[in-house]
């Protein structure tokens, strides 16, 4: 996320730390969720009645409800306790367990995962009042949406962090246009970073994403030793007004299903339905 990335610089990797010793490990998927192949994309609202936050908070492990206790302020609590009870709720879904017995992992960079061999991928991330989450077999994704702003130092950020030819694509739009284009540009990345996971160790102007309106999503080079542009999927989001997303993979497309975005509330009762 942008707020991430512009502050202070991550502490070294640490090892894996498991959520808690008590829960039960799960790794087999009811794999009829899924289609061939499948990606599969929820977003929830991070609002909530306060029967439903504390169904939330009930969901997350000890180390997460002590995270959650870390906030200082009431909505940033409350957002944490929704997204990451939204992210526990919907593995339940797909495993066909209680959320509060799943077994996740941060791996080096934070990134979560569950502990065992599930094939399972899934990735996060949350932005204003929106959760946006990710889930396939068998490949590794990241996900990435950002509320739509206005932002004083655009410029300045994308000399900062974007590839020579991003900077001068976005300078050649019209200031109206820029806004929009910077948040293309920096989410395609960011979801590239995270489908990797390794997190702020790749420099974000060694690889470069399309950016200009109309064009479809897509990287135009990678370098290092993550394979070539082709070998990836990059696929464009804009899962409400006023948010843009993007989903990054090194697969050929995968077919991509998007529920609508819900309010908290609805998640476990939509489900329950399903």
């Given at each position: ?99 509060n017995v799943i077994r996740l992992i941060n791996g080096p960079n934070g ?38 702003r206005e932002l004083d130092d655009l410029e300045s950020i994308a000399l ?115």
């Amino acid at each position: 996320m942008l707020k991430l990335l512009l502050g202070p610089k991550r502490p070294p990797r640490a090892k894996p730390q498991v959520a808690d010793a008590d829960e039960v490990a799960i790794v087999k998927p009811d794999q009829s969720r899924f289609g061939p192949r499948e990606v599969q994309i929820w977003g929830i609202w991070l609002t909530a009645s306060d029967a439903a936050l504390a169904y939330y908070r009930s969901t997350l492990s000890l180390h997460e409800s002590q995270n959650a206790e870390k906030f200082r302020f009431p909505k940033l609590k409350r957002c944490y306790t929704l997204s990451r009870g939204g992210l526990r709720i919907l593995l339940a879904h797909y495993l066909g367990c209680p959320p509060n017995v799943i077994r996740l992992i941060n791996g080096p960079n934070g990134k979560p995962e569950l502990r065992d061999s599930s094939p399972i991928r899934f990735n996060v991330s949350h932005s204003g009042q929106m959760a946006l989450y990710a889930f396939t077999l068998g490949c590794e994704l990241g996900i990435d949406v950002e509320e739509l702003r206005e932002l004083d130092d655009l410029e300045s950020i994308a000399l900062r962090f974007f590839s020579t030819g991003e900077v001068s694509e976005l300078l050649s739009l019209n200031p109206e246009e820029r806004g929009f284009a910077f948040f293309r540009c920096w989410t395609r990345k960011e979801a590239y970073v995270k489908a990797i996971g390794d997190g702020l160790a790749i420099p974000l102007n060694r690889f470069r994403v399309t950016l200009l309106p109309g064009a479809p999503a897509r990287f135009v080079q990678i370098d290092g030793e993550m394979g070539t542009a082709s070998d990836w999927t990059l696929q464009h989001l804009e899962p409400a007004p006023g948010y843009v997303g993007a989903l990054a993979y090194q697969d050929s497309q995968r077919p991509t299903t998007i529920h609508p975005t819900v309010r908290a509330d609805k998640l476990p009762e939509i489900l329950h339905a399903r």
